[in-house]
């Protein structure tokens, strides 16, 4: 079985901080991992994935994640916030041979000015 | 580039009528699929088809009936709409391989049952 938590449904910025947006999964075997970004009105869109080899993974937008198997963890970062941050982001996890992820309940980014 | 394209992207509907999402990828995508994504409870699987000519239940299908037409469109059908159906509805698509390919999604279909 695999499943994924969201620390925190909201996060909460100034422009120019640190983003740090926490997941964690659960998984029997070695996951494949992603990070979706929802803005409003629209879908998700991939933002990063994590599938085997390096664990620093980057992705689109200045942002990046870092696998931890020890911790469990697949946490998303971005040195600086913008104002075009501003969205959902939701964490998802395959494993186990399924085609069919599991997502995580989302953690919606405010950026303050 | 069009990807994922789902219609209508608004509708509104009284209860107990019936209205069919209609979904459609241009990718030649093997896998497809069906999601509701209410407030704080992310997005959980309605329906999905891992090839055309195969369907199968996710985690909430009971009040929905799904058609995987040919290979590009995965409609999703409300035989009786109840309130509890008022949602935001994704279409996603997905290429065949390995389990390291992401989703594709749609823009949303967003629902009112009244």
């Known amino acids: 079985a695999q499943s994924v938590t969201q620390l925190g449904s909201h996060v909460s910025v100034s422009e120019g901080a640190l983003v740090l947006l926490r997941c964690n999964y659960s998984?029997?075997?070695?996951?494949?991992l992603f990070w979706y970004v929802q803005y409003p009105n629209q879908g998700l869109q991939l933002l990063l994935k994590?599938?085997?080899?390096?664990?620093l993974v980057k992705g689109i937008n200045g942002f990046e994640a870092e696998f931890k198997k020890s911790e469990t963890s697949f946490h998303l970062t971005k040195p600086s916030a913008h104002m075009s941050d501003a969205a959902e982001y939701f964490c998802?996890?395959?494993?186990?041979?399924?085609?069919?992820?599991?997502f995580g309940r989302g953690t919606s980014l405010i950026v303050h000015p | 580039n069009a990807g994922v394209t789902q219609t209508p992207k608004f509708q509104v509907l009284k209860t107990g009528q019936s209205m069919t999402l209609q979904c459609a990828q241009d990718?030649?995508?093997?896998?497809m699929y069906w999601y509701r994504q209410d407030p704080g409870m992310g997005l959980r699987l309605i329906y999905y088809?891992?090839?055309?000519?195969?369907?199968d239940k996710g985690e909430v299908p009971n009040g929905y009936n799904v058609s995987r037409l040919n290979k590009r469109e995965f409609s999703l059908r409300l035989e009786s709409a109840a309130p509890s159906q008022t949602s935001v509805y994704f279409c996603?698509?997905?290429?065949?391989?390995?389990?390291?390919?992401?989703?594709?999604f749609g823009d949303g279909t967003r629902l009112s049952i009244l």
């Open positions: 998802a996890v395959m494993s186990g041979g399924s085609y069919i992820p599991t």
């Open positions: 998984s029997s075997v070695p996951p494949y």
């Open positions: 994590y599938t085997t080899g390096a664990t």
């Open positions: 990718m030649n995508h093997n896998s």
């Open positions: 088809s891992a090839s055309e000519g195969t369907t």
């Open positions: 996603a698509s997905q290429t065949p391989g390995t389990q390291a390919q992401p989703q594709h």
